[in-house]
């Protein structure tokens, strides 16, 4: 039975990993993200009315027990301090979020500039290229104190080969890949590493950003993620933002076709963020198996009288 994709409400600090479902339950509480008050808030007002709904001493039970679970995590001291990081999946849908936008705006042509006339859009490019590599940085950090995919990778892989949900060959490539110091993820062999570490962590250099190279790295990370993903939970519905919200608030810079070409080439980057997740790292072959995203399905059945 998998856990389902569910914003949980503790943070596992201390690990024991016996088997596999302990090794599922860990993934899932490591790339979930923790409730915020905002949205605990509004989790509760369901909850409550649910609750308030129950005809049944079981019904009440089940809302009741997640009410508790909610207003325990908000009473706890790492919430009040802070004191937990950011889940693996926002950190992934973040940075995938932000390459689709600067993808989508150098891939569409348009009779003005505007992040050359505008300070504000300069800026939020400028913002936008910073985000992606803290991200990236985050994400393949080598310290055992980060919440890395890196790390969970390490903690979790033995039993996602074990389980049959990933191959012995790219089980072997991804860990070759992701060696501390012979691996992929250094300045002599990833681009966007080295661009991380030179130039926005510590000004050494000012090298020209080749985002065909960028998307190599997030390509290796997004299949990595959708491997865990698609084997410890149900995986993740809808989880981008729409054309409309994406592009919301600039409509004034774009003309109408501009805006079309915009959006089409943001779902060129997202359909290529989907071929990825579901192809094998040693490869390049498609895995049958259904990857880090799910569709919900509605049919549909006709009886005669």
């Known amino acids: 039975m998998f856990p389902t994709k569910l914003q949980l409400y503790s943070w596992m600090k201390h690990i024991n990993i016996q088997s596999i479902e302990d090794a599922k339950s860990y993934a899932v509480n490591q790339t979930n993200r923790c409730l915020t008050q905002e949205v605990s808030d509004k989790r509760l007002e369901y909850l409550r009315d649910q609750f308030d709904r129950a005809t049944t001493d079981e019904g009440k039970k089940v809302w009741g027990n997640e009410i508790e679970k909610i207003e325990s995590w908000l009473k706890s001291d790492d919430f009040k301090n802070g004191s937990f990081p950011q889940g693996i999946d926002e950190l992934m849908l973040e940075l995938i979020e932000w390459r689709t936008m600067i993808y989508a705006f150098q891939n569409t042509e348009t009779e003005s500039n505007p992040f050359e006339e505008c300070i504000f859009l300069s800026q939020w490019l400028v913002g936008g290229t910073y985000a992606i590599f803290s991200i ?24 996602i080969e074990k389980d049959g949900a990933c191959t012995k060959e790219e089980h072997i490539f991804i860990n070759s890949m992701l060696h501390e110091t012979s691996g992929y993820f250094t300045n002599k062999h990833s681009k966007a590493f080295r661009f991380r570490n030179t130039v926005i962590a ?32 149900f995986g993740l519905f809808a989880p981008f933002r729409t054309a409309e919200q994406a592009f919301a608030g ?29 192809a094998y790292l040693h490869n390049g072959e498609r895995d049958p198996g259904r990857g880090a995203f799910s569709k919900l399905f509605v049919t549909t059945s006709t009886f005669s009288n």
């Open 136 to 159: 990236l940085g985050k994400l393949v950090s080598k310290d055992s104190r980060d919440n890395s995919l890196r790390k969970l990778w390490k903690e979790i892989s033995p039993f």
């Open 250 to 278: 600039i409509e004034s810079f774009f003309n109408h076709h501009e805006m079309v070409e915009l959006k089409k080439s943001r779902q060129i980057y997202l359909d290529r963020v989907t071929q990825w997740s579901l």
């Open 202 to 233: 510590h000004n050494e250099k000012n090298l020209t950003i080749k985002w065909e190279l960028i998307d190599k790295d997030i390509n290796i990370l997004v299949r990595i993620w959708s491997l865990i993903v698609s084997w410890s939970s």
